[in-house]
């Protein structure tokens, strides 16, 4: 008898501590036998939607919600409710798994497993990091339980991750984009333009009209939102070619210009990249990316480069270094296509995913999600610099960017200033919303004590340390030339040609075109170069433009509009792109492509004579600068006659100081050094000028 009473004791003691398991058996349930058979059947159909093939958590969690109603108490219930949560809203998932542990700690190998996630994506690093090692305890001897056990082992470092990264947080500010476009459905994979004025994103809404059959809701679809005197405009479903009923259609990435859209779709059952072009005003039929890029495997991710001509990618096909890996391709002028994918190495790329791969327009830092390196928990966002030709070791960006849970995509704007991301926050509108991150600079050294603090105390001056107010970065170093395009005399807007020329190699870089509807073009410029730019039009002359940009200069936006002239007589331009040594006439080699352009021209209207005239400005004498820019058009002359232009169809003239864009009253108002020497530069000129036809 003693020992019976023990026996109840205990289990009493237990019932107490971990509280009293209720099953779903109708013996418990007899005084509410229509109750029972109602919840049983949710309780079913709950598992039937979690085990389905593919699983739909969101209405098995539904179902299971109807029967934990009825009764709460069951521990095999909370288990499976929590499964879902894990599934589709994490957040959600330890209040079940702990009472599942409570009312029977053995309801399944894996639950201390589950709860130490719980703790994990909470940021309770050594409460996951004690249930962790708790579950490895417990399975010891398991053989299916082994996986789960190795994984608890790298999250118990991810926890010590997240303790070291906690400690310096990132310098940001995170804020919600908004209810113009995000939804109380998921929203998320936000692509953007380099200056910020186009974001497209993919939605699980129900335009889509049909559920998808992973469980997860809606069917993918593209949205697009514009900026409008600095707000977003309302989301729009971006409809055909480009969204297709009955499957997903996703953003992985954009050209900097806004022009190329990048899709995923994974209709041949393996995942493919797609591309389309919005170059006549209308996006067109996405198509599939060549058999260099696309594989039987799985290809998720793509990033162009500023000029066009490397595109980023992410494959799980063999022979990499994990699962996902980083890859590149380069564009093949010649057989126009992508070239052989390279994988771009084990600095990046771990025994683990690398996802979500971003070049910014700068062409010199990639970011990217990954859970290797020294992630706090699932995917975290990285950063990698290209140095001398090699990337650099990623850096993880750091709380509060990167959480416990999954943060997968970041794309970054030209200025280096503002990114977007998508993100499960609390107080969003829905299960994932996208975010405006502004990045903040480097923490300014504490100010001296002030007056008033020397004021209150004079005999014991205050040391008090005033901390300055945060200042954006100083952004990128590179440029965005951004502008329209239009007739100059309509003033219509032009579908052109915009050429961006690396003016000391004598190397077109990349080649753009206008928008056809809006005449918008937008061009990226890394730091580092001299840049020619022309823009061209058939049957207008050509315009061009020249841009030096440091090393080290930091981020600038020009605008710049631009009115074609057509070929007709008396037009004329300037060739911004023909350069001379200082107080010298024989023309630099950076002129080269400059002057081929007019040489073309000069072919396509055979019967065209022109005048080059050459411009000084007013600093120095008259007649050494009427010398000066007299020699300097005769050499464009010479080098035009040299490459085959009949001497009758050229005249040269030099001006001098005479014939000012910019005169000196003008100059002279003006306060900045800088703004007086630009205006010096704009008077100092080649033009060319059409005679006759």
Same mark, same amino acid.
């Given at each position: 008898?003693?020992?019976?009473?023990?026996?109840?004791?205990?289990?009493?003691?237990?019932?107490?501590?971990?509280?009293?398991?209720?099953?779903?058996?109708?013996?418990?349930?007899?005084?509410?036998?229509?109750?029972?058979?109602?919840?049983?059947?949710?309780?079913?159909?709950?598992?039937?939607?979690?085990?389905?093939?593919?699983?739909?958590?969101?209405?098995?969690?539904?179902?299971?919600?109807?029967? &934990?109603?009825?009764?709460?108490?069951?521990?095999?219930?909370?288990?499976?409710?929590?499964?879902?949560?894990?599934?589709?809203?994490?957040?959600?998932?330890?209040?079940?798994?702990?009472?599942?542990?409570?009312?029977?700690? $053995?309801?399944?190998?894996?639950?201390?497993?589950?709860?130490?996630?719980?703790?994990?994506?909470?940021?309770?690093?050594?409460?996951?990091?004690?249930?962790?090692?708790?579950?490895?305890?417990?399975?010891?001897?398991?053989?299916?339980?082994?996986?789960?056990?190795?994984?608890?082992?790298?999250? *118990?470092?991810?926890?010590?991750?997240?303790?070291?990264?906690?400690?310096?947080?990132?310098?940001?500010?995170?804020?919600?984009?908004?209810?113009?476009?995000?939804?109380?459905?998921?929203?998320?994979?936000?692509?953007?333009?380099?200056?910020?004025?186009?974001?497209?994103?993919?939605?699980?809404?129900?335009?889509?009209?049909?559920?998808?059959?992973?469980?997860?809701?809606?069917?993918?679809?593209? @949205?697009? /939102?514009?900026?409008?005197?600095?707000?977003?405009?309302?989301? %729009?479903?971006?409809?055909?070619?480009?969204?297709?009923?009955?499957?997903?259609?996703? /953003?992985?990435?954009?050209?900097?210009?806004?022009?190329?859209?990048?899709?995923?779709?994974?209709?041949?059952?393996?995942?493919?990249?797609?591309?389309?072009?919005?170059?006549?005003?209308?996006?067109?039929?996405?198509?599939?990316?060549?058999?260099?890029?696309? !594989?039987?495997?799985?290809?998720?991710?793509?990033?162009?480069?500023?000029?066009?001509?490397?595109?980023?990618?992410?494959?799980?096909?063999?022979?990499?270094?994990?699962?996902?890996?980083?890859? &590149?391709?380069?564009?093949?002028?010649?057989?126009?296509?992508?070239?052989?994918?390279?994988?771009?190495?084990?600095?990046?790329? $771990?025994?683990?995913?690398?996802?979500?791969? =971003?070049?910014?327009?700068?062409?010199? $830092?990639? @970011?990217?999600? +990954?859970?290797?390196?020294?992630?706090?928990?699932?995917?975290?966002?990285? &950063?990698?610099?290209?140095?001398?030709?090699?990337?650099?070791?990623?850096?993880?960006?750091?709380?509060?960017?990167?959480?416990?849970?999954?943060?997968?995509?970041?794309?970054?704007?030209?200025?280096?200033?503002?990114? @977007?991301?998508?993100?499960?926050?609390?107080?969003?509108?829905?299960?994932?919303?996208?975010? #405006?991150?502004? =990045?903040?600079?480097?923490?300014? #050294?504490?100010?001296?004590?002030?007056?008033?603090?020397?004021?209150?105390?004079?005999?014991?001056?205050?040391?008090?340390?005033?901390?300055?107010?945060?200042?954006?970065?100083?952004?990128?170093?590179?440029?965005?030339? /951004?502008?329209?395009?239009?007739?100059?005399?309509?003033?219509?807007?032009?579908?052109?040609?915009?050429?961006?020329?690396?003016?000391?190699?004598?190397?077109?870089?990349?080649?753009?075109?206008?928008?056809?509807? !809006?005449?918008?073009?937008?061009?990226?410029?890394?730091?580092?170069?001299?840049?020619?730019?022309?823009?061209?039009?058939?049957?207008?002359?050509?315009?061009?433009?020249?841009?030096?940009?440091?090393?080290?200069?930091? =981020?600038?936006?020009?605008?710049?509009?631009?009115?074609?002239? %057509?070929?007709?007589?008396?037009?004329?331009?300037?060739?911004?792109?023909?350069?001379?040594?200082?107080?010298?006439? +024989?023309?630099?080699?950076?002129?080269?492509?400059?002057?081929?352009?007019?040489?073309?021209?000069?072919?396509?209207?055979?019967?065209?004579?022109?005048?080059? +005239?050459?411009? /000084?400005?007013?600093?120095?004498?008259?007649?050494?600068?009427?010398?000066?820019?007299?020699?300097?058009?005769?050499?464009?002359?010479?080098?035009?006659?040299?490459?085959? *232009?009949?001497?009758?169809?050229?005249?040269?003239?030099?001006?001098?100081?005479?014939?000012?864009?910019?005169?000196?009253?003008?100059?002279?108002?003006?306060?900045?050094?800088?703004?007086?020497?630009?205006?010096?530069?704009?008077?100092?000129? $080649?033009? =060319?000028?059409? #005679?006759?036809?």
């Amino acid at each position: 008898m003693k020992k019976i009473s023990l026996v109840i004791i205990l289990a009493l003691v237990a019932g107490l501590s971990f509280g009293q398991d209720v099953p779903f058996d109708k013996k418990l349930f007899k005084d509410q036998k229509d109750e029972f058979k109602d919840a049983l059947k949710h309780y079913e159909n709950g598992d039937d939607y979690r085990h389905g093939f593919p699983p739909d958590y969101m209405k098995a969690v539904a179902e299971y919600q109807q029967a &934990y109603k009825f009764n709460p108490k069951s521990a095999d219930l909370n288990y499976a409710i929590g499964i879902c949560y894990f599934n589709f809203d994490k957040y959600q998932m330890k209040k079940y798994f702990e009472a599942a542990y409570k009312l029977k700690p $053995t309801v399944a190998p894996d639950i201390l497993y589950y709860i130490a996630i719980s703790y994990h994506i909470e940021g309770e690093w050594q409460k996951a990091i004690d249930h962790y090692n708790k579950f490895a305890s417990s399975v010891n001897n398991n053989p299916d339980m082994q996986p789960l056990k190795t994984d608890a082992f790298k999250k *118990i470092q991810e926890c010590k991750n997240g303790m070291e990264l906690e400690k310096n947080p990132a310098r940001v500010w995170i804020d919600n984009v908004g209810g113009k476009v995000n939804s109380k459905y998921p929203d998320y994979a936000p692509v953007i333009s380099a200056d910020e004025a186009v974001m497209v994103f993919t939605a699980r809404r129900p335009d889509a009209e049909d559920m998808a059959p992973d469980g997860r809701g809606y069917f993918e679809d593209l @949205y697009i /939102t514009t900026k409008e005197n600095g707000e977003w405009t309302k989301a %729009k479903n971006m409809g055909k070619p480009l969204n297709v009923e009955g499957q997903h259609d996703a /953003t992985i990435g954009i050209s900097p210009d806004g022009h190329q859209l990048f899709v995923y779709n994974d209709k041949k059952g393996n995942g493919d990249i797609y591309i389309s072009s919005d170059e006549e005003g209308s996006w067109s039929k996405p198509e599939q990316l060549g058999k260099n890029i696309n !594989t039987d495997y799985h290809e998720p991710d793509a990033s162009l480069s500023f000029d066009g001509k490397r595109l980023y990618f992410t494959s799980n096909k063999p022979g990499g270094y994990g699962q996902h890996d980083i890859y &590149y391709a380069d564009w093949d002028e010649d057989k126009e296509r992508w070239g052989e994918a390279i994988n771009i190495g084990d600095v990046l790329n $771990t025994p683990y995913e690398e996802r979500s791969v =971003f070049i910014h327009p700068d062409g010199e $830092t990639m @970011y990217f999600a +990954s859970t290797g390196h020294n992630t706090m928990g699932g995917y975290d966002l990285f &950063y990698s610099k290209l140095v001398d030709g090699k990337w650099q070791k990623p850096v993880n960006l750091g709380p509060p960017l990167n959480t416990p849970d999954n943060d997968v995509q970041l794309v970054v704007a030209g200025n280096g200033r503002y990114g @977007y991301m998508s993100s499960y926050r609390e107080g969003g509108f829905g299960e994932k919303d996208i975010y #405006l991150i502004t =990045f903040l600079g480097p923490e300014k #050294l504490p100010m001296l004590s002030n007056e008033d603090n020397l004021i209150a105390s004079i005999a014991k001056p205050v040391k008090e340390k005033i901390k300055e107010p945060e200042l954006v970065s100083e952004g990128s170093n590179m440029a965005i030339l /951004t502008g329209i395009i239009r007739d100059d005399k309509t003033k219509e807007p032009l579908k052109a040609q915009v050429v961006l020329v690396d003016n000391e190699k004598n190397e077109v870089i990349a080649e753009f075109q206008s928008d056809a509807n !809006t005449g918008k073009y937008l061009v990226s410029l890394p730091g580092g170069s001299n840049y020619g730019i022309a823009v061209k039009k058939d049957g207008y002359l050509f315009h061009s433009e020249n841009f030096q940009i440091p090393e080290a200069s930091g =981020f600038k936006q020009y605008k710049k509009d631009v009115d074609l002239k %057509k070929v007709e007589v008396g037009q004329s331009i300037v060739l911004r792109n023909v350069f001379f040594d200082y107080a010298k006439y +024989s023309l630099r080699d950076a002129s080269i492509n400059e002057l081929e352009r007019l040489i073309k021209l000069l072919n396509d209207n055979p019967t065209m004579r022109i005048e080059i +005239s050459g411009h /000084t400005d007013t600093r120095g004498s008259d007649h050494d600068n009427q010398v000066l820019s007299q020699n300097r058009a005769k050499s464009v002359v010479d080098y035009l006659i040299a490459h085959g *232009i009949d001497k009758s169809r050229l005249e040269y003239a030099g001006y001098g100081e005479k014939q000012p864009l910019i005169p000196d009253s003008e100059i002279n108002k003006m306060n900045s050094k800088t703004e007086k020497e630009d205006a010096h530069q704009q008077n100092r000129r $080649t033009e =060319f000028k059409i #005679l006759s036809m």
